[in-house]
């Protein structure tokens, strides 16, 4: 049986994310990180982290007792702390011989295809020139990813974004915690394990949930995911060596195009298709566009070029696309072939839901 592990010994550009209870559980931390980054770029390899923290410094700065829940205030704690986090970075990263280069991301920017590109590239020459990107959520601009937003989901993002091979995720515990407290070696992808509370509890306002989910998403674009303790010294060497650290999420088939995983991960569906049983077997096994005759049903309000989820019988999420359709014109033509769609739409319009060039079917598991 093939080592599950041993595809991380491989992996050339790694994805680093920290997050805030693992800072404030160690102040020492931007230090012990920057040395093990430091030996992990040593080896012909590449390193970006996504940080959490500005918010926990920022309250500490402006002398706030508890993380505020006015957005304004929690604003404020972000620009206040933003500076503070990055010159720990810069300062430790400059003690072993490298650069600190400051990237503040928000959903919208990557939801557009022109700026996500310009970031793409943008990244693409901080690597190229040897420098460390720090990324961060721009939380004093961004109110929907102060509300529903964490770097979990955004270090999901980055990863495909840089082609990372490997998001590892530096926490407050030893990995993933099954229901007695264990730790789990290997996710599963054909089950669910339920998570222990300390687990649960114990890894800040993303949670452990949230990386689980994170960690699917990246092992589902083709690249591999590990949830580690962020206190373990020499962790990342270990991770990259293949030992038995943390919790692996193998890689999952193929890795998706920038583009497919542009439309599958990152952006936010703007309603659902009810698909028929024969529009989901075309859709996994034939690579072909959906039609309306396979179309039971719509949920939401979606226009052209949302994203739109793509649903079996069963209720599970089949794939993702862009919709050519608004939803009103989905729901009329729901279950019906050409010649009646003539009649609706007339002869000079060719009737798709969602075209095989933006679909993304999930693999199945």
Not at 109 to 120: Q, S
Request: glycine residues 10%.
């Amino acid at each position: 049986m093939t080592d599950p592990r041993s595809e991380l010994r491989a992996a050339r550009r790694i994805v680093i994310k920290i997050g805030s209870a693992a800072l404030s559980a160690e102040a020492d931390l931007p230090q012990h990180l920057a040395a093990e980054v430091a030996q992990v770029c040593r080896g012909q390899r590449s390193a970006v982290i996504v940080s959490s923290g500005a918010i926990a410094l920022g309250c500490e700065r402006l002398g706030y007792r508890e993380r505020p829940k006015d957005t304004g205030q929690l604003q404020a704690a972000a620009a206040a702390g933003q500076s503070v986090l990055m010159h720990r970075y810069e300062t430790a990263l400059a003690g072993v011989g490298l650069v600190a280069a400051q990237v503040l991301l928000t959903h919208a920017d990557l939801a557009d295809r022109n700026r996500v590109n310009n970031a793409r590239r943008a990244l693409a020459a901080l690597l190229e020139a040897g420098a460390v990107p720090i990324i961060n959520e721009n939380d004093t601009i961004a109110t929907d990813e102060l509300r529903f937003g964490d770097n979990d989901q955004l270090a999901s993002m980055v990863a495909p974004l840089v082609s990372a091979d490997v998001l590892v995720f530096l926490s407050t515990v030893e990995g993933v915690l099954d229901a007695a407290g264990r730790r789990v070696p290997v996710m599963p992808r054909t089950a669910e394990v339920t998570i222990h509370a300390s687990s649960a509890n114990a890894l800040g306002s993303g949670g452990i949930q949230s990386k689980v989910d994170a960690a699917r998403k990246v092992q589902l674009a083709g690249a591999s995911a590990v949830v580690a303790s962020a206190g373990e010294r020499g962790v990342l060497a270990r991770v990259l060596a293949g030992e038995d650290v943390g919790t692996l999420f193998p890689a999952i088939g193929g890795r998706l195009r920038a583009r497919k995983h542009w439309i599958a991960y990152t952006l936010r569906p703007r309603g659902a298709v009810l698909l028929d049983s024969g529009a989901v077997e075309a859709l996994r096994t034939k690579h072909r566009s959906l039609l309306p005759v396979g179309v039971v049903g719509v949920r939401g309000d979606f226009h052209p070029g949302d994203s739109v989820r793509l649903m079996a019988p069963d209720g599970t999420e089949v794939g993702r696309g862009l919709a050519r359709l608004t939803a009103a014109e989905v729901a009329r033509a729901a279950g019906k072939r050409a010649p009646e769609l003539e009649v609706l739409f007339g002869t000079d319009r060719d009737v798709i839901v969602v075209h095989r060039d933006d679909l993304v079917i999930h693999p199945e598991t």
